[in-house]
């Protein structure tokens, strides 16, 4: 029933931006999708990841047959494309292959079997189906808010030493390779997430059910509600409000060279086509959840995690497409999210309703610091910076301590209790 109606409300939620997307003149995301069936889709290695997902329900044999019609449909779709000299591009293999295995579920499947396996094809379809919402969420924050909140977070940021000017910077220096290694990471994001959520995932046709807690859960809830926060908040970010990207409608050709100017900061107008993506940093919530779910990994998996993490910051301020303040709020914000699912888990005790509330109210305050106290912010930048700072680091405090609580509370559950023997009956 949960996950009924789970999928009822996703498909409502997709319908609506559907129609929204169609009011603005662009299709939305189930016509995109749906596209992508015959033709070539934007985004072949998301398609592969995405059935990598459904393939931890499935056997060793399966899975292997799986791969191998993806395979196979996807040569036949390049040499017809080839022929007729069609945009190229993979991917429609593992689209097919995804949706024949629900056809199967529903078709040859009954009861448990059914069931994990549409689980499995509703990971794979939900992962496909958020990278399209996302476009469209883009596009209706562009046309939704004509205004920014940028010279508010700028004039905050300069309490964090404008650390967007000072990563622009540095990549500028590291010249085109190190541009090149941020700027995969930054667009392959999904690839990171899917390898760790493999690894989380990989005992799950053996045991029939998935784990409570894994990866792509935190991935979905973050994607579901960044956007919302967008509409809250509308900020383009440096490189546009601050950078030659921007036009005219830039304050100013300064990032990354000169710091933005310290002034009364208030709403700017800007272009319709600029998504207002930057509070808080999704990017910066998905890699630091990729971080977390990585930290119970091997030790390859480990490194991964922190390397994605590293260079994805890298990237958002380097690449001059967030400011410091985003970032901070980025890491709260998954954190938060993260804590609650795992406090719902837990079935909501007291360390996890004060955790979740704890980084709820701290999320919420930097946010209103943000738009409210920016002058002051960057006039006492020694007070206000650490006290950031301290604010996101209570946060992380409070996650360690209260996960490493609940874990030692769940392996105090899973060990065996001693065995008492017997004692004789008296005579």
């Not at 997709?14 to 999708?33: D, F, K, M, S």
């Not at 006039?379 to 946060?395: C, I, K, R, T």
Request: charged share 15%.
């Amino acid at each position: 029933m949960l996950w009924a109606a789970v999928s009822v409300v996703g498909l409502g939620f997709l319908v609506a931006l559907e129609i929204a997307a169609r009011h603005y003149g662009v299709p939305g995301p189930i016509t995109v999708q749906s596209r992508e069936v015959v033709f070539a889709p934007q985004s072949g290695t998301v398609l592969y990841a995405s059935m990598a997902l459904m393939l931890v329900v499935l056997s060793r044999r399966q899975r292997l047959l799986a791969v191998g019609a993806a395979v196979a449909i996807d040569l036949v779709f390049w040499l017809v494309r080839w022929a007729v000299g069609a945009q190229m591009m993979f991917g429609n293999g593992a689209l097919w292959v995804t949706l024949a295995c629900a056809v199967i579920a529903v078709t040859r499947r009954t009861g448990r079997e059914r069931a994990l396996l549409l689980k499995g094809v509703g990971l794979a379809l939900l992962l496909v189906a958020g990278r399209k919402t996302g476009y469209t969420w883009l596009l209706i924050t562009s046309k939704t808010r004509p205004t920014v909140l940028d010279q508010y977070v700028a004039t905050a940021d300069h309490a964090l030493g404008n650390p967007s000017w000072v990563a622009g910077r540095i990549v500028e220096a590291t010249g085109p390779v190190g541009a090149h290694v941020l700027d995969w990471v930054y667009i392959q994001l999904a690839v990171g997430a899917v390898v760790v959520a493999l690894y989380q995932l990989r005992n799950v046709a053996a045991e029939r059910r998935f784990p409570r807690h894994h990866l792509v859960r935190t991935f979905l809830v973050i994607g579901l509600l960044g956007p919302g926060i967008y509409m809250i908040f509308p900020v383009v970010g440096p490189v546009f409000a601050y950078g030659a990207d921007g036009g005219h409608w830039a304050v100013a050709d300064l990032w990354p060279n000169t710091p933005s100017p310290v002034g009364i900061p208030q709403p700017m107008p800007f272009d319709g086509v600029t998504p207002r993506n930057c509070m808080p940093s999704l990017h910066t919530a998905w890699a630091t959840a990729i971080f977390l779910h990585s930290r119970k990994a091997p030790r390859a998996l480990r490194w991964l995690g922190t390397f994605w993490l590293i260079a994805t910051l890298g990237a958002t301020l380097g690449f001059g497409y967030h400011y410091g303040a985003d970032i901070v709020a980025g890491v709260v914000f998954t954190l938060t999210i993260d804590a609650a699912l795992r406090a719902h888990d837990q079935g909501w005790d007291r360390r996890g309703i004060l955790l979740a509330a704890h980084g709820t109210a701290v999320f919420a305050g930097l946010l209103a610091s943000y738009r409210y106290l920016s002058t002051q912010m960057a006039g006492h930048p020694w007070v206000f910076g650490p006290l950031v700072v301290l604010a996101m680091g209570s946060v992380i405090y409070g996650y360690v301590r209260t996960t490493r609580a609940w874990e030692r509370q769940d392996a105090s559950v899973r060990l065996p209790q001693p065995r008492r023997e017997r004692q004789p009956e008296p005579v």
